[in-house]
């Protein structure tokens, strides 16, 4: 059995708040009895794109599990990959990973768009996810991962600065039957749908919940919840390739 965790949308502004809901999940994950396959974090990492707030990542994501990083619409890729993944340069070329583990494959994308918080897989990402496809053996399962949802969740904000593009995605995924699922983040909420007759497994976000449009609300601009416990999700990949989610929050 493979179990992979995922965090998303910490976004780390330099307050004690974002550091702090951060912390105490990673605290949860380096307490398990369990060591996981993997730690997925996909993406809006710093809330400003700051070196310093990469810097404090570095820190906070530090993990005895193996973990893997992709960028959000909030990054700044240059930064990222300088103060965060400790590359000489600083590159804005997208921040593209994968991560060939013992019986399955994790892709993690680069879906975001420098300037803008819409999302898109690029062709030079698109190319790199053929070229990982092509090198994964047949019967291996591979989830692919990225911040932004190529589908509609029926949040009009989210869905509004979504994965575009996504046809191409789709036209890839036709060609490689190997693909298990697909990961994201972006919306701050747990959410299950498909893709391309495939999962699509959002992760709830760390930082804030988003409120749902039927959701109760004070007032027009309560776009969130603050008091809910941050979460994150566990994907479990069984011998035959099926993905199972569940969704967990972190509570003090």
């Keep these: ?3 992979i ?22 605290a949860h994950l380096e307490d398990l009895p369990y060591d996981l396959a993997a730690v997925l974090v996909t993406g809006d990492i710093a809330d400003h794109g700051l070196p310093a707030e990469y810097e404090q990542a570095r820190e906070l994501l530090r993990s005895r599990h193996p973990v893997l990083i992709c960028p959000g619409n909030h990054d700044d890729r240059a930064a990222f990959r300088r103060h965060l993944l400790g590359e000489p340069g600083g590159s ?7 991560h060939r583990g013992e019986g399955f494959v994790i892709a993690l994308c680069d879906s ?12 030079e990402t698109l190319g790199w996810l053929g070229g990982v496809l092509a090198d ?3 019967g291996t399962p591979v989830l692919v991962g990225f911040h932004h949802p190529p589908a509609a969740l029926h949040v ?3 869905d509004g ?8 995605l789709a036209a890839l995924v036709e060609r490689h039957p190997g693909i298990a699922g697909f990961l994201a983040g972006h919306a701050h909420t747990a959410a299950a ?13 760390v930082t804030s919940t988003i409120r749902l449009p039927w959701e109760p609300r004070e007032h027009p601009a309560d776009h969130v919840h603050l008091d809910l416990p941050p979460a994150l999700a566990y994907h479990v990949l069984a011998e035959d390739g099926r993905l199972t989610t569940h969704f967990r929050p972190v509570l003090g």
Aim: proline content about 8%; cysteine-free.
């Design 156 to 158: 009009p904000y989210v």
């Design 1 to 3: 059995m493979i179990v």
């Design 112 to 123: 975001s768009v420098p300037g803008e918080h819409r999302g898109l897989l690029d062709e």
């Design 136 to 138: 994964t053996p047949d």
């Design 193 to 205: 749908t498909t893709f391309a007759g495939r999962p699509l497994l959002v992760a709830p976000g």
């Design 5 to 26: 965790a995922q965090l998303s949308d910490i976004h780390l502004d330099g307050t004690r708040r974002s550091a702090e809901r951060t912390r105490a999940v990673l």
């Design 92 to 98: 804005a070329a997208p921040v593209n990973q994968v």
């Design 161 to 168: 600065i979504r994965q575009f593009g996504e046809e191409r």
